[in-house]
């Protein structure tokens, strides 16, 4: 088995009595939801990621409360509604945005029985000054085979908690006054924290084939939290694999990119690879698992070698945010960890598709992936489409890199000319930075003195770029002959000519053949047009 990370550490654990707990929830907000609770005569308990974060010492400011009680009809009944019914968590929500008042909003979501309360108060110190405290009903939950959604019934604690999707995920605490604090952990929820183990509440294969989402949620969790998948669980999911095939792109998008913005992502594509689900999701990377051998020389892996340029671009200390690029929305992430770049991210996990369909023998010269980059960035915008991934700058500033990932080692690799480095700063524009940062993220080799010729290459071409943006500026204009011009002189509509000619002209000045002003580009425009066939006024 590959291990990306050479040193496995846990998120911070600590362990807390149920007096601690009573503490650390002493705020405003709980004991205004244990007051509602115990007038209506319910049980009302915090539960799943709120209490998790507690144990990890994770700042979270979402809360996620489970009411026990009977759902129960509406009085009056609206018209032509029959017999309308609202959940309990709904009732308990909207007594409290009561107690709350105007400084409170309250959404409430029939269909699903839940309601949220945004408050402009604060739980935790240092988190702001607004909190969401979502309520829902205790509940049980059965499937049928082909569907994600549940037919749902009132349930005890114990139901909603065995229906959650895993022990660390399944813990409670109560907020009702006499029992304020105390915690509920059927599923020892604690001592799989303390060991970094991510397992199902109950038989996996189950927990699974119920809501196959689960599955990539546990391979992120796993992978945000640098945890294990405990060892059945994970026999079930590469049981159960298949099954993701019902979940809608759109709920795979968002857990991919939370594994993608988790400090060290490889750990969640090892996994992925590994259950079978990569195979389904993401094909294209998966086909790299593969080593072929001929004539006795074999290549490299590049599956994990793709998993180490993720990891090496992940760590980079170079990123900073993304450039006015949406952001995937994610759970909160160590301090630690620095900027995150998403779509340089996914620029590394795709850099070497194409060298699936590429790969050939040379006999004499052993194993080639001639155009792999090309082939490669072809194939960018069906993996966006499929995984509902955004068709827009995204899906462009991704194909661009794994179009250019070779040009940088191309230019390294022979004399680096002011020529070469102008066309790639052109072709690159704003993200030749990020370009640079996938280079050499991409050079992996065990051969230190390799390695070190290849960076140091790396460092004269950076070296290069910085030269010519500071005195070739005006060299990376647009040639002052633009397009409108062009077609005036000719008598013509835009088409492929006007290309051609805009292209001559821009490749010249690029190439320093003339400098970027009207006569000289004038004089090659006159000669190119005439090769061409073309006559002015």
């Known amino acids: 088995m590959f291990v990306c990370i050479n040193i496995r550490t846990f998120a911070p654990m600590k362990l807390y009595s149920d007096q601690a707990l009573a503490k650390i929830l002493d705020q405003e907000i709980f004991h205004l939801i244990g007051d509602v609770a115990d007038e209506m005569g319910v049980e009302c308990y915090v539960v799943g990621g709120y209490v998790r974060d507690i144990f990890l010492e994770r700042p979270s400011n979402d809360i996620d409360v489970v009411v026990v009680g009977k759902t129960h009809p509406l009085t009056p009944s609206p018209v032509g509604e029959g017999e309308c019914t609202v959940s309990v968590g709904i009732s308990v929500a909207k007594a409290l945005k009561n107690r709350l008042g105007k400084k409170a909003h309250l959404s409430v979501f029939k269909n699903f029985g839940t309601a949220q309360v945004k408050t402009p108060l604060h739980c935790r110190e240092g988190l702001g000054e607004s909190l969401e405290v979502e309520f829902v009903g205790a509940r049980k939950e059965s499937y049928s085979h082909d ?3 549940p ?9 909603d908690q065995n229906r959650r999707d895993f022990t660390i995920n399944a813990m409670a605490i109560c907020l009702n006054n006499k029992r304020f604090g105390e915690l509920v952990d059927p599923f020892n929820g604690i001592a799989d924290l303390e060991d970094g183990i991510i397992a199902t509440p109950l038989d996996p294969e189950v927990t699974f084939s119920d809501d196959p ?20 669980t994970f026999d079930a999911l590469s049981r159960m694999a298949d099954r993701i095939k019902i979940v809608s792109g759109e709920r795979i998008e968002v857990e991919l990119n939370k594994i993608m913005m988790s400090p060290h992502p490889s750990i969640g594509f090892e996994y992925l690879q590994r259950s079978g689900l990569l195979q389904i ?16 020389r074999a290549h490299k892996n590049n599956f994990y070698h793709t998993l180490e340029v993720l990891e ?12 006015g690029l949406n952001k995937a929305s994610s759970d909160p992430q160590p301090p630690n960890l620095g900027g995150f770049r ?24 052993g194993w080639t992936f001639h155009n792999h980059n090309l082939i490669g960035a072809k194939q960018v915008p069906n993996i966006f489409r499929r995984l509902k991934l955004p068709m827009g700058a995204e899906m462009k500033y991704v194909q661009k890199l794994v179009d250019l990932h070779m040009r940088p080692q191309v230019i390294a690799d022979s004399e680096v000319t002011d020529s070469a480095v102008r066309r790639l700063l052109n072709d690159a524009g704003d993200d030749i930075d990020d370009l640079m940062t996938l280079c050499e993220a991409d ?8 390695k070190k010729m290849f960076l140091e290459n790396f460092r004269m071409v950076r070296e290069k770029l910085a030269d010519l943006k500071v005195k070739d500026y005006k060299r990376l204009l647009q040639p002052v002959i633009d397009g409108n011009e062009i077609m005036e002189m000719f008598h013509l509509q835009p088409s492929r000519e006007v290309g051609v000619l805009k292209q001559y002209l821009k490749d010249a000045v690029l190439d320093n053949k003339v400098e970027n002003e009207r006569e000289p580009l004038m004089q090659l425009l006159l000669e190119k047009a005439a090769q061409m066939g073309l006559k002015t006024n």
């Open 342 to 365: 998403l779509w340089l991210r996914w620029a590394s996990l795709l850099h070497d598709i194409g060298k699936t369909k590429s790969k050939r023998w040379e006999p004499g010269i």
């Open 281 to 296: 999701i993401l094909p294209e990377v998966a086909a790299l698992d593969i080593v072929e051998k001929r004539e006795g």
């Open 151 to 159: 037919i749902v019934e009132d349930g005890t604690l114990e139901d």
């Open 312 to 323: 090496n671009v992940s760590m980079s200390p170079k990123l900073g945010d993304d450039r």
């Open 147 to 149: 569907s994600r959604k």
């Open 443 to 450: 050079i992996t080799s065990k051969n230190e003195v390799k």
């Open 213 to 232: 989402l689960r599955m990539m949620r546990c391979i992120r969790f796993a992978t945000q939290l640098n945890f294990q998948i405990e060892e059945e």
